[in-house]
Protein backbone atom coordinates (compact mmCIF):
# COMPACT_ATOMS: atom_id res chain seq x y z
CA UNK A 1 0.00 0.00 0.00
CA UNK A 2 3.07 2.28 0.94
CA UNK A 3 4.35 1.84 -2.43
CA UNK A 4 0.86 2.81 -4.17
CA UNK A 5 0.62 5.77 -2.20
CA UNK A 6 4.20 6.68 -3.09
CA UNK A 7 3.40 6.64 -6.83
CA UNK A 8 -0.04 8.43 -7.12
CA UNK A 9 1.34 11.16 -4.32
CA UNK A 10 2.66 14.86 -5.12
CA UNK A 11 4.09 16.89 -3.03
CA UNK A 12 2.19 19.67 -2.27
CA UNK A 13 1.49 23.33 -4.02
CA UNK A 14 2.76 25.82 -1.98
CA UNK A 15 4.04 29.71 -3.13
CA UNK A 16 7.03 31.30 -4.69
CA UNK A 17 9.31 33.34 -2.00
CA UNK A 18 12.12 35.69 -2.84
CA UNK A 19 14.97 36.77 -0.93
CA UNK A 20 16.73 39.84 -1.56
CA UNK A 21 18.69 42.49 -0.05
CA UNK A 22 16.09 44.76 1.09
CA UNK A 23 12.84 42.44 0.98
CA UNK A 24 11.37 39.08 1.03
CA UNK A 25 8.50 38.76 -1.51
CA UNK A 26 6.05 36.19 -2.04
CA UNK A 27 3.62 35.25 -5.18
CA UNK A 28 0.58 32.42 -5.06
CA UNK A 29 -0.62 31.88 -8.49
CA UNK A 30 -3.38 29.86 -9.60
CA UNK A 31 -5.68 27.74 -11.98
CA UNK A 32 -8.09 28.67 -12.83
CA UNK A 33 -9.68 26.72 -16.22
CA UNK A 34 -7.30 27.45 -18.70
CA UNK A 35 -5.81 30.92 -17.57
CA UNK A 36 -3.90 31.98 -14.19
CA UNK A 37 -4.59 33.90 -11.43
CA UNK A 38 -2.73 35.71 -9.10
CA UNK A 39 -4.36 34.80 -6.16
CA UNK A 40 -1.60 36.73 -3.74
CA UNK A 41 1.31 38.84 -3.62
CA UNK A 42 3.42 40.35 -0.77
CA UNK A 43 6.48 42.09 0.39
CA UNK A 44 8.01 42.56 3.84
CA UNK A 45 11.02 45.01 4.18
CA UNK A 46 14.36 43.32 5.63
CA UNK A 47 16.57 45.46 7.57
CA UNK A 48 20.31 46.08 6.94
CA UNK A 49 22.69 42.90 7.52
CA UNK A 50 20.41 40.14 6.98
CA UNK A 51 20.97 39.08 3.60
CA UNK A 52 23.86 40.21 1.19
CA UNK A 53 25.50 39.03 -1.65
CA UNK A 54 23.04 36.25 -2.20
CA UNK A 55 23.76 34.92 1.06
CA UNK A 56 21.84 34.81 4.33
CA UNK A 57 23.93 36.69 6.97
CA UNK A 58 21.15 36.31 9.81
CA UNK A 59 18.91 33.46 9.38
CA UNK A 60 16.95 33.99 12.27
CA UNK A 61 15.99 37.56 11.45
CA UNK A 62 15.19 35.88 7.54
CA UNK A 63 13.22 32.76 8.66
CA UNK A 64 11.12 35.57 10.91
CA UNK A 65 11.02 38.09 7.72
CA UNK A 66 9.37 34.52 5.61
CA UNK A 67 7.23 33.96 8.80
CA UNK A 68 5.84 37.47 8.66
CA UNK A 69 5.03 37.36 5.30
CA UNK A 70 3.21 34.14 5.37
CA UNK A 71 1.39 36.05 8.43
CA UNK A 72 0.37 39.09 5.92
CA UNK A 73 -0.54 37.22 3.35
CA UNK A 74 -3.19 35.23 5.19
CA UNK A 75 -1.53 32.19 2.95
CA UNK A 76 -1.69 28.29 4.49
CA UNK A 77 0.71 26.62 3.26
CA UNK A 78 3.71 24.15 4.16
CA UNK A 79 6.14 23.99 1.61
CA UNK A 80 7.58 26.81 -0.77
CA UNK A 81 10.10 27.33 -4.03
CA UNK A 82 13.03 30.01 -3.75
CA UNK A 83 15.85 30.68 -5.84
CA UNK A 84 19.79 31.61 -5.42
CA UNK A 85 20.74 34.72 -7.57
CA UNK A 86 23.52 34.25 -9.89
CA UNK A 87 25.92 31.62 -7.78
CA UNK A 88 25.40 28.59 -10.04
CA UNK A 89 27.44 27.26 -12.49
CA UNK A 90 25.33 26.07 -15.89
CA UNK A 91 26.91 24.27 -18.55
CA UNK A 92 25.54 22.60 -22.05
CA UNK A 93 27.30 19.53 -22.13
CA UNK A 94 27.26 16.23 -25.32
CA UNK A 95 26.47 12.95 -23.60
CA UNK A 96 25.91 9.98 -25.63
CA UNK A 97 22.31 9.48 -26.91
CA UNK A 98 21.97 5.36 -26.41
CA UNK A 99 22.80 5.61 -22.28
CA UNK A 100 19.44 4.88 -20.26
CA UNK A 101 17.89 7.44 -17.71
CA UNK A 102 19.32 5.74 -15.36
CA UNK A 103 22.84 5.36 -17.07
CA UNK A 104 22.55 8.92 -17.79
CA UNK A 105 22.08 10.25 -14.50
CA UNK A 106 24.99 8.41 -13.10
CA UNK A 107 27.93 10.20 -16.24
CA UNK A 108 25.67 13.19 -15.41
CA UNK A 109 26.10 13.81 -11.67
CA UNK A 110 29.01 12.16 -10.96
CA UNK A 111 31.37 11.93 -14.50
CA UNK A 112 30.52 15.21 -15.82
CA UNK A 113 29.81 17.04 -13.18
CA UNK A 114 33.27 16.53 -11.35
CA UNK A 115 34.62 17.77 -15.09
CA UNK A 116 32.88 20.68 -15.54
CA UNK A 117 32.44 22.25 -11.90
CA UNK A 118 35.05 24.71 -10.72
CA UNK A 119 34.81 22.96 -7.22
CA UNK A 120 34.81 19.56 -5.74
CA UNK A 121 31.54 17.54 -6.54
CA UNK A 122 31.59 16.27 -3.04
CA UNK A 123 30.91 20.25 -2.29
CA UNK A 124 28.04 20.65 -4.83
CA UNK A 125 24.44 20.39 -5.23
CA UNK A 126 23.78 19.34 -9.05
CA UNK A 127 21.18 18.96 -11.16
CA UNK A 128 20.56 18.59 -14.75
CA UNK A 129 17.99 18.33 -17.98
CA UNK A 130 17.89 16.90 -21.10
CA UNK A 131 17.45 19.67 -23.82
CA UNK A 132 17.50 17.62 -27.33
CA UNK A 133 18.95 15.62 -29.70
CA UNK A 134 21.58 16.32 -32.38
CA UNK A 135 24.02 14.95 -34.31
CA UNK A 136 27.95 15.62 -34.03
CA UNK A 137 30.63 16.46 -36.45
CA UNK A 138 31.38 12.88 -36.47
CA UNK A 139 28.04 12.23 -37.10
CA UNK A 140 27.36 10.28 -34.05
CA UNK A 141 23.77 11.27 -32.29
CA UNK A 142 24.35 12.51 -29.25
CA UNK A 143 22.06 14.10 -26.43
CA UNK A 144 22.58 17.82 -25.38
CA UNK A 145 22.24 17.74 -21.52
CA UNK A 146 22.10 21.09 -19.36
CA UNK A 147 24.35 20.68 -15.99
CA UNK A 148 23.67 22.88 -12.91
CA UNK A 149 26.04 23.07 -10.09
CA UNK A 150 25.77 25.36 -6.75
CA UNK A 151 28.45 24.82 -3.69
CA UNK A 152 26.53 23.24 -0.66
CA UNK A 153 27.17 26.26 1.59
CA UNK A 154 25.08 28.48 -0.75
CA UNK A 155 22.24 26.34 -1.04
CA UNK A 156 22.47 24.78 3.06
CA UNK A 157 21.47 28.27 4.57
CA UNK A 158 18.17 28.44 2.20
CA UNK A 159 17.42 25.49 3.33
CA UNK A 160 17.58 25.76 7.14
CA UNK A 161 16.00 29.35 7.03
CA UNK A 162 13.02 27.88 5.72
CA UNK A 163 12.64 25.04 7.68
CA UNK A 164 13.33 27.36 10.82
CA UNK A 165 10.30 29.52 9.18
CA UNK A 166 8.21 26.15 8.95
CA UNK A 167 8.38 25.65 5.17
CA UNK A 168 9.76 22.86 3.28
CA UNK A 169 11.59 23.61 0.38
CA UNK A 170 9.63 21.80 -3.18
CA UNK A 171 12.43 23.46 -5.43
CA UNK A 172 15.47 25.58 -4.93
CA UNK A 173 16.77 26.80 -8.34
CA UNK A 174 18.20 29.68 -9.21
CA UNK A 175 16.57 33.17 -9.98
CA UNK A 176 17.47 33.42 -13.88
CA UNK A 177 15.26 30.03 -14.56
CA UNK A 178 12.57 31.58 -12.90
CA UNK A 179 12.59 34.49 -14.83
CA UNK A 180 13.27 32.63 -17.99
CA UNK A 181 10.18 30.91 -16.89
CA UNK A 182 7.91 34.00 -16.87
CA UNK A 183 8.89 34.99 -20.05
CA UNK A 184 9.22 31.27 -21.90
CA UNK A 185 6.75 32.06 -24.40
CA UNK A 186 8.45 35.80 -25.30
CA UNK A 187 11.26 33.57 -25.91
CA UNK A 188 9.54 31.57 -28.50
CA UNK A 189 9.71 34.17 -30.91
CA UNK A 190 13.56 33.86 -31.43
CA UNK A 191 14.87 31.87 -34.16
CA UNK A 192 18.17 29.09 -32.48
CA UNK A 193 20.58 31.94 -34.34
CA UNK A 194 19.26 34.31 -32.56
CA UNK A 195 19.65 34.72 -28.53
CA UNK A 196 18.19 37.17 -25.85
CA UNK A 197 20.09 38.84 -23.12
CA UNK A 198 17.92 39.05 -20.55
CA UNK A 199 19.30 42.09 -17.69
CA UNK A 200 18.02 41.69 -14.00
CA UNK A 201 18.98 44.78 -12.39
CA UNK A 202 18.26 44.22 -9.04
CA UNK A 203 18.75 45.61 -5.58
CA UNK A 204 22.74 45.46 -5.88
CA UNK A 205 23.69 43.45 -8.57
CA UNK A 206 22.65 42.91 -12.36
CA UNK A 207 22.02 39.47 -13.41
CA UNK A 208 23.12 39.45 -17.09
CA UNK A 209 21.81 35.86 -18.92
CA UNK A 210 22.20 35.12 -22.49
CA UNK A 211 19.29 32.85 -23.45
CA UNK A 212 18.95 30.61 -26.82
CA UNK A 213 16.08 28.64 -27.14
CA UNK A 214 14.95 29.37 -23.32
CA UNK A 215 18.10 27.92 -21.99
CA UNK A 216 20.57 30.33 -20.48
CA UNK A 217 23.95 29.76 -22.35
CA UNK A 218 26.13 32.32 -20.07
CA UNK A 219 25.50 34.55 -16.74
CA UNK A 220 27.17 36.84 -15.35
CA UNK A 221 26.52 38.77 -12.20
CA UNK A 222 27.51 42.76 -11.98
CA UNK A 223 27.90 44.42 -8.54
CA UNK A 224 25.63 47.41 -9.51
CA UNK A 225 21.76 47.54 -8.63
CA UNK A 226 19.38 50.28 -7.54
CA UNK A 227 21.11 50.74 -4.50
CA UNK A 228 24.36 51.52 -6.19
CA UNK A 229 22.39 54.30 -8.47
CA UNK A 230 20.24 55.79 -6.18
CA UNK A 231 23.57 56.24 -3.76
CA UNK A 232 25.46 58.10 -6.56
CA UNK A 233 22.01 59.80 -7.46
CA UNK A 234 21.73 60.69 -3.43
CA UNK A 235 25.58 61.92 -3.09
CA UNK A 236 25.45 64.21 -5.91
CA UNK A 237 22.30 65.94 -4.25
CA UNK A 238 23.21 66.30 -1.04
CA UNK A 239 20.23 64.02 0.29
CA UNK A 240 20.98 61.10 2.99
CA UNK A 241 21.63 57.84 2.45
CA UNK A 242 18.73 54.80 2.07
CA UNK A 243 17.58 51.45 1.58
CA UNK A 244 14.46 52.64 -0.09
CA UNK A 245 14.79 53.14 -3.48
CA UNK A 246 11.43 54.14 -4.96
CA UNK A 247 13.18 57.38 -5.47
CA UNK A 248 14.56 55.77 -8.46
CA UNK A 249 11.13 54.98 -9.74
CA UNK A 250 10.54 58.67 -10.60
CA UNK A 251 13.61 59.38 -12.45
CA UNK A 252 13.69 59.16 -16.11
CA UNK A 253 17.21 59.01 -17.95
CA UNK A 254 17.75 61.48 -20.74
CA UNK A 255 17.67 59.94 -23.85
CA UNK A 256 19.73 62.71 -26.56
CA UNK A 257 21.54 62.44 -29.54
CA UNK A 258 24.66 60.28 -29.71
CA UNK A 259 28.05 61.52 -30.47
CA UNK A 260 30.22 59.64 -32.95
CA UNK A 261 32.08 57.80 -29.65
CA UNK A 262 28.70 56.63 -28.31
CA UNK A 263 28.36 58.99 -25.24
CA UNK A 264 25.42 60.41 -24.19
CA UNK A 265 25.16 64.53 -25.09
CA UNK A 266 23.91 66.09 -22.15
CA UNK A 267 22.40 69.47 -22.03
CA UNK A 268 23.80 72.07 -20.07
CA UNK A 269 20.63 72.07 -18.07
CA UNK A 270 20.58 68.51 -16.47
CA UNK A 271 20.96 68.74 -12.84
CA UNK A 272 24.15 66.59 -10.90
CA UNK A 273 21.93 63.90 -9.73
CA UNK A 274 21.42 62.97 -12.95
CA UNK A 275 24.73 63.34 -14.34
CA UNK A 276 25.38 60.58 -11.68
CA UNK A 277 22.74 58.32 -12.04
CA UNK A 278 23.80 58.36 -16.24
CA UNK A 279 27.19 57.75 -14.89
CA UNK A 280 26.45 54.46 -13.10
CA UNK A 281 24.20 53.80 -15.77
CA UNK A 282 26.84 54.43 -18.73
CA UNK A 283 29.26 52.01 -16.57
CA UNK A 284 26.70 48.78 -16.23
CA UNK A 285 25.92 49.70 -20.11
CA UNK A 286 29.50 49.15 -20.59
CA UNK A 287 29.64 45.48 -18.63
CA UNK A 288 26.42 44.72 -20.65
CA UNK A 289 28.34 45.49 -23.56
CA UNK A 290 31.54 43.34 -22.60
CA UNK A 291 29.21 40.12 -21.38
CA UNK A 292 27.65 40.43 -24.80
CA UNK A 293 30.96 40.55 -26.69
CA UNK A 294 32.57 37.89 -24.70
CA UNK A 295 29.32 35.85 -25.49
CA UNK A 296 29.48 36.33 -29.15
CA UNK A 297 33.12 35.51 -29.62
CA UNK A 298 32.31 32.12 -28.55
CA UNK A 299 29.48 31.65 -30.71
CA UNK A 300 30.29 32.63 -33.97
CA UNK A 301 26.80 32.33 -35.98
CA UNK A 302 24.74 33.81 -33.14
CA UNK A 303 23.48 37.60 -32.33
CA UNK A 304 21.75 38.91 -29.57
CA UNK A 305 18.62 40.54 -30.70
CA UNK A 306 16.76 41.80 -27.98
CA UNK A 307 17.76 42.94 -24.90
CA UNK A 308 14.68 42.15 -21.78
CA UNK A 309 14.77 44.20 -18.80
CA UNK A 310 13.34 43.15 -15.62
CA UNK A 311 14.15 43.87 -11.94
CA UNK A 312 13.05 46.94 -9.91
CA UNK A 313 15.73 48.46 -11.72
CA UNK A 314 13.93 48.28 -15.17
CA UNK A 315 11.41 50.75 -13.80
CA UNK A 316 14.00 53.58 -14.13
CA UNK A 317 12.07 55.80 -16.97
CA UNK A 318 13.50 55.68 -20.39
CA UNK A 319 16.21 53.05 -18.98
CA UNK A 320 15.02 50.79 -22.16
CA UNK A 321 15.53 53.25 -24.58
CA UNK A 322 19.05 54.42 -22.93
CA UNK A 323 20.67 50.92 -23.28
CA UNK A 324 19.28 50.66 -26.53
CA UNK A 325 21.23 53.63 -28.05
CA UNK A 326 24.17 52.90 -26.02
CA UNK A 327 24.49 49.41 -27.54
CA UNK A 328 22.32 49.43 -30.72
CA UNK A 329 20.34 46.52 -29.51
CA UNK A 330 16.19 46.78 -29.01
CA UNK A 331 15.86 47.05 -25.89
CA UNK A 332 12.24 46.00 -24.05
CA UNK A 333 10.72 45.98 -20.29
CA UNK A 334 9.69 42.66 -19.27
CA UNK A 335 6.11 42.88 -17.54
CA UNK A 336 5.28 39.18 -16.21
CA UNK A 337 1.06 40.27 -15.64
CA UNK A 338 1.04 40.75 -19.75
CA UNK A 339 3.38 38.22 -20.35
CA UNK A 340 1.75 35.10 -18.58
CA UNK A 341 -1.68 36.82 -19.14
CA UNK A 342 -2.26 37.03 -15.46
CA UNK A 343 -5.64 37.65 -13.79
CA UNK A 344 -4.79 39.91 -10.79
CA UNK A 345 -7.20 41.14 -7.42
CA UNK A 346 -6.34 44.62 -7.86
CA UNK A 347 -3.80 46.09 -10.14
CA UNK A 348 -0.21 46.49 -10.04
CA UNK A 349 1.32 49.98 -11.45
CA UNK A 350 3.31 49.43 -14.71
CA UNK A 351 6.39 50.69 -13.02
CA UNK A 352 6.32 47.96 -10.15
CA UNK A 353 5.84 44.45 -12.73
CA UNK A 354 9.42 44.21 -13.94
CA UNK A 355 10.44 43.99 -10.65
CA UNK A 356 8.02 40.71 -10.03
CA UNK A 357 9.59 38.70 -12.98
CA UNK A 358 11.22 36.41 -10.49
CA UNK A 359 8.86 35.92 -7.72
CA UNK A 360 6.16 35.07 -10.28
CA UNK A 361 8.45 32.58 -11.87
CA UNK A 362 8.76 30.80 -8.87
CA UNK A 363 5.21 31.10 -7.89
CA UNK A 364 4.30 29.76 -11.86
CA UNK A 365 6.82 26.81 -10.96
CA UNK A 366 4.19 26.00 -8.15
CA UNK A 367 1.07 25.49 -10.51
CA UNK A 368 3.20 23.78 -13.16
Known amino acids: MDSLKALFSRKPRGVGIELAPD ?3 LAQLKKQGNSLKLAALESVELPEGVYEEGQIIDSAAMADAIQALLTQSK ?8 AIPGRAIAKIIPVPSELDDEE ?5 LNQEASLYLPFPREEADVDYQKLGYFVDEDGIEKVKVLLVGVRKDLTDPYIDVFAQAGLGLNVLETSSFAL ?10 FTPQEAAAVVDIEFESTEISIVVDGVPHFSRTVPTGT ?3 QSALSRAMNLPPSRNTELLQGMTVP ?5 TVGAMQVGGGTNPGTTAMLR ?8 LRRSIDFYLNQEEDMEVAQLLLAGPGASIGQLDEFLAQRLSIPTSQIDPISALSLELTEDIPESQRAGLATVIGLGLREVM
Open 255 to 259: VQSMD
Open 280 to 287: VLGELSDE
Open 23 to 25: KVT
Open 227 to 229: FQI
Open 104 to 108: LREMV
Open 180 to 189: IRTIREQLRQ
Open 75 to 82: VKVKRATT
